[in-house]
């Protein structure tokens, strides 16, 4: 599923995101999601989440 739309991102969903510091690497992180940032229905880069870890970042997978 796309990471850059809105309504492919649940509460409690488990995705991997990309944090701020690491855009540049694609370092990714796994978390399930615990709010959405993201106010607009979708974004070119990725949804941004705060995971229940406290990390932010934008989706770039979701994780069935």
Not at 18 to 32: A, M, P, W
């Amino acid at each position: 599923m796309e990471g850059n739309k809105r309504v492919n991102i649940k509460l409690g969903i488990k995705v991997k995101i990309v944090e701020k510091q690491n855009q540049r690497t694609d370092i990714l992180t796994e978390g399930i999601v615990k709010d959405i940032l993201t106010n607009s229905p979708n974004h070119p880069h990725g949804i941004k989440v705060r995971l229940e870890s406290g990390k932010v970042g934008r989706v770039k997978s979701i994780i069935a």
